[in-house]
T-cell receptor, first 114, second 116 residues
Framework: QKEVEQNSGPLSVPEGAIASLNCTYS??????FFWYRQYSGKSPELIMS????GDKEDGRFTAQLNKASQYVSLLIRDSQPSDSATYLCAVTAEGGNQGGKLIFGQGTELSVKP | GAVVSQHPSRVICKSGTSVKIECRSLDFQATTMFWYRQFPKQSLMLMAT?????????EQGVEKDKFLINHASLTLSTLTVTSAHPEDSSFYICSANRGSGTDTQYFGPGTRLTVL
């Protein structure tokens, strides 16, 4: 069974600190990796996508991918209380025609304290 | 952009009735749409994958006769919950994929269904 694992948290960081969110996945064939942010009662919102090994930066967010270790992470610099949400890691389901299906982790709840 | 809308945003119905939820891609043509269900404090559960003009592919354990999916055009997919019961109360979310080699899914705002 293909799996995506995240620490459910809650992860609590002080305002201004770096929040580090981690995700591991089991399917070596996965090629696309995503981080979504979900506020309570709302639907997921795309934060970052990453496709190749290394770092990808977008504003305060940096996604890191290591396919050899089957590991993807999201760093949030200068964390703000408005970053408090659940962060979902998603990985494409490979192996045959999966039609772009994503496998989601259970999400990490982040709390940024003022 | 990549805007996906859902209607209605919230619905309350009596047990035994059917409810239809619409999902539209507003500024792009969606080759594939996905339907998810999310219970409180749980992650997204994929229910089915919908391609325009073909039958939906349902995930294991999802009753295709209860959750009817129609993807009649490249911008519209509908989910009908037939003979709804209280245990079907959940947050239903659709997403759309632009296709053309990208796997990125853009989510609609969700529909909160409460079955009394």
């Amino acid at each position: 069974q293909k799996e995506v694992e995240q620490n459910s948290g809650p992860l609590s960081v002080p305002e201004g600190a770096i929040a580090s969110l981690n995700c591991t996945y089991s399917d070596r064939g996965s090629q696309s990796f995503f981080w979504y942010r979900q506020y309570s009662g709302k639907s997921p919102e795309l934060i970052m996508s990453i496709y190749s090994n290394g770092d990808k930066e977008d504003g305060r967010f940096t996604a890191q991918l290591n396919k050899a270790s089957q590991y993807v992470s999201l760093l949030i610099r200068d964390s703000q209380p408005s970053d408090s949400a659940t962060y979902l890691c998603a990985v494409t389901a490979e192996g045959g025609n999966q039609g772009g299906k994503l496998i989601f982790g259970q999400g990490t709840e982040l709390s940024v304290k003022p | 952009g990549a805007v996906v809308s859902q209607h209605p945003s919230r619905v309350i119905c009596k047990s035994g009735t059917s409810v239809k939820i619409e999902c539209r891609s507003l500024d792009f043509q969606a080759t594939t749409m996905f339907w998810y269900r999310q219970f409180p404090k749980q992650s997204l559960m994929l229910m089915a994958t919908s391609n325009e003009g073909s039958k939906a592919t349902y995930e294991q354990g999802v009753e295709k006769d209860k959750f009817l999916i129609n993807h009649a055009s490249l911008t519209l997919s509908t989910l009908t919950v037939t003979s709804a019961h209280p245990e079907d109360s959940s947050f239903y979310i659709c997403s759309a994929n632009r296709g053309s080699g990208t796997d990125t899914q853009y989510f609609g705002p969700g529909t909160r269904l409460t079955v009394l």
